[in-house]
Structures are given as C-alpha cells and as structure tokens.
T-cell receptor
Framework: ETGVTQSPTHLIKTRGQQVTLRCSSQSGHNTVSWYQQALGQGPQFIFQYYREEENGRGNFPPRFSGLQFPNYSSELNVNALELDDSALYLC???????????FGSGTRLTVV | GNSVTQMEGPVTLSEEAFLTINCTYTATGYPSLFWYVQYPGEGLQLLLKATKADDKGSNKGFEATYRKETTSFHLEKGSVQVSDSAVYFCALLDQTGANNLFFGTGTRLTVIP
C-alpha cells in the first residue's frame, strides 16, 4: 500500500504571498489532518477534513484554509504569508474511527 | 484542555544504556496515548500506542505504560542503539472532537557508540 505523499518537499516564499501545499492520503484512508511543526517544537493541529468537509480546527487564523477532494487527497492554502509561517507542514491520513495516523514526510516552507 | 508535557532534552546516551523519556498529560476525557519518532529530514512514525489505562504499548524494544493515576506515559528502552537517535514525541488523541493529536515539544535522543 502507498503511504502519505506530500508535495513539494521544500518551498521558499516571500512575505505576503500565497502558498498551496498538497497531500495524497494513504489508500483506504478517508480523513486527512494538517499539522504545523515549527523548528524545535511539536506539531500543532491546523484542521482536519473528512468526506470533503472540515471536521475540526485548531487555533489558526482563517488565512489557513483547506480542501479535500473526492479521492481524499487534500490541499492546505495559506494566504498573506508571514515570517512566522515558516515551518514543516505535515499531513496525516487515517481511516475514520481508527487510531492509526500515517504521516507524510512534510513540506518545509520558508517565508522570507 | 488537552496538553502534553515531555522531559526536555537533548538526551545523550552511550550505546546499550537504559533510556527513559518522561511524558505526562492533561486531558478532559480518556485519551489514547502515543509515542512518535522523527528521524532527521523525515515525517513522524508511530512507535507505539495505548488506548486505555494500564495498557502497555511496545515496539522495537521500546515500551510505555498508560498510567491514569499519575497521568503519565513514560517511554523506556532497556538497551539503546545508535540507530535509535531521533526526536521522540509523546502525543494524546482527543476523541471528543475532531480526533486530533496533541503533541509534546519532543525530546532529541543521541546515542553514541
């Protein structure tokens, strides 16, 4: 079975720009969650999507938005980038009701 | 609310030494508990889990026991190897809402030959 794949692996953006990160969930998983991991910190929950609808959100502003597609892949969009948005963004997929979350390798976003 | 507190690192051990990484949690309900490992340049890998009090999770020589009375989930390994060098994260699963994970800040382990 394929795991969770994220693209791109690295990205450099300028403050004020917009960015889209992509995630393909593991086969058979219908729930996708996004996390932000700042340098030296643990991952922080951004939001979760289940069956194409947002199913919970952490303490992140509305300029962080997402989508989930019928094939359960997902996008994370961040508008008006700020320097503090520089982080590793992790996508995790799971089957509903299961305890196992499979994480991707992440996208390293640098905002300059 | 939910939170996880981990022993601060970094931790440096010699090969074959005993490892303990402390983790305590605060939760509103009865969470499931996890240890994840992150190798350099990679995402998170599930190391072990426990879903209810007194459960013991184990994998690759690592163990952790869900202690409800002390709200703890300490990670242990009897004999570490150089290949265990990584960052270890304790996490709890909030099952009251979106089933999202709450992570500790991570503990970096370096094992020297």
């Amino acid at each position: 079975e394929t795991g969770v794949t994220q693209s791109p692996t690295h990205l450099i953006k300028t403050r004020g720009q917009q960015v889209t990160l992509r995630c393909s969930s593991q086969s058979g998983h219908n729930t996708v969650s996004w996390y932000q991991q700042a340098l030296g910190q643990g991952p922080q929950f951004i939001f979760q999507y289940y069956r194409e609808e947002e199913n919970g959100r952490g303490n992140f502003p509305p300029r962080f938005s997402g989508l989930q597609f019928p094939n359960y892949s997902s996008e994370l969009n961040v508008n008006a980038l700020e320097l503090d948005d520089s982080a590793l963004y992790l996508c995790a997929s799971s089957g509903r009701g299961l305890y196992g979350y499979t994480f991707g390798s992440g996208t390293r976003l640098t905002v300059v | 609310g939910n939170s996880v507190t981990q022993m601060e690192g970094p931790v440096t051990l010699s090969e074959e030494a005993f490892l303990t990484i402390n983790c305590t949690y605060t939760a509103t309900g009865y969470p499931s508990l996890f240890w994840y490992v992150q190798y350099p340049g990679e995402g998170l890998q599930l190391l072990l889990k426990a879903t209810k009090a007194d459960d013991k999770g184990s994998n690759k020589g690592f163990e952790a026991t869900y202690r409800k009375e002390t709200t703890s989930f300490h990670l242990e390994k009897g004999s570490v190897q150089v290949s265990d060098s990584a960052v270890y994260f304790c996490a709890l699963l909030d099952q009251t809402g979106a089933n999202n994970l709450f992570f500790g800040t991570g503990t970096r382990l370096t094992v020297i030959p």
